[in-house]
Nanobody, 126 residues
Framework: QVHLVESGGGLVQAGGSLRLSCAAS????????MGWFRQAPGKERESVAA????????YHTDSVKGRFTISRDNAKNTVYLQMNSLKPEDTAVYYC???????????????????WGQGTQVTVSS
């Protein structure tokens, strides 16, 4: 059983930056591919970024490419989401998620992920 805890959310002005962290426990972190998802009020949960178990493969949804970067530190059992040039439309609850992976690719569908954090609120003011 993998336990995920997000941190780093908050209120920031448009154009600002935040770094989200997700600390994992309860499993061998390097066996899990990781993802960040977000859900805004009244909208469906969407995939933001994903990273393979060894960090060599990453995915970023089109709306965040060039602004957000996912990374991981397997020695610290932590995955990060660096968010720059934030926009009001980035406002959402951000969730960290994990699935046990036997490959070095990534999946972006929420249904592929077995473990989820409690979420952290990101609010971008205009």
């Amino acid at each position: 059983q993998v336990h995920l805890v997000e941190s780093g959310g908050g209120l920031v002005q448009a154009g600002g930056s935040l770094r989200l962290s997700c600390a994992a426990s309860g499993g061998i972190f390097s066996n899990y591919a990781m993802g960040w998802f977000r859900q805004a009020p009244g909208k469906e949960r969407e995939s933001v970024a994903a990273i393979s178990r060894n960090g060599d493969s990453t995915y970023h949804t089109d709306s965040v490419k060039g602004r957000f970067t996912i990374s991981r530190d397997n020695a610290k059992n932590t995955v990060y989401l660096q968010m720059n040039s934030l926009k009001p439309e980035d406002t959402a609850v951000y969730y960290c998620a994990a699935y046990h992976s036997r490959s070095y690719g990534v999946k972006t569908e929420a249904m592929s992920y077995d473990y989820w954090g409690q979420g952290t609120q990101v609010t971008v003011s205009s």
